[in-house]
Nanobody
Framework: QVQPVESGGGLVETGGSLRLSCRVP????????MAWFRQAPGKEREFVAG????????DYAESVKGRFTISRDNAENMVYLQMDSLEPKDTAIYYC???????????????????WGPGTQVTVSS
């Protein structure tokens, strides 16, 4: 079993930045694509950003392009989400997710991911 653990959420004002971190088991980390999803009250869980096994392929939701950056450090078993120019609409619980893949295709559906962290709250005040 892969058990991601998120950290770095918190309260920030509009225009501010946060960096989310996610740690996963080392012996399986490099075999997995990683992604960040978020879910706001009354909304469905939505894809935010994804990254392939070696970090060569990345994908972002249209709403965060140019503001968020996903990265990974396989030597440290870590994946990150740098969030800049935050807006109140970014307020949500953010989840780290993992899936095994032999391709460079980045899945964007929650059902495509097998392992999930407990989530971390991000709140952006206006």
């Amino acid at each position: 079993q892969v058990q991601p653990v998120e950290s770095g959420g918190g309260l920030v004002e509009t225009g501010g930045s946060l960096r989310l971190s996610c740690r996963v088991p080392g012996f399986t980390f490099s075999a997995h694509h990683m992604a960040w999803f978020r879910q706001a009250p009354g909304k469905e869980r939505e894809f935010v950003a994804g990254i392939s096994r070696a970090g060569s392929e990345r994908d972002y939701a249209e709403s965060v392009k140019g503001r968020f950056t996903i990265s990974r450090d396989n030597a440290e078993n870590m994946v990150y989400l740098q969030m800049d120019s935050l807006e109140p609409k970014d307020t949500a619980i953010y989840y780290c997710a993992a899936r095994e893949s032999l391709t460079l295709v980045i899945a964007t559906r929650p059902d495509d991911y097998d392992y999930w962290g407990p989530g971390t709250q991000v709140t952006v005040s206006s």
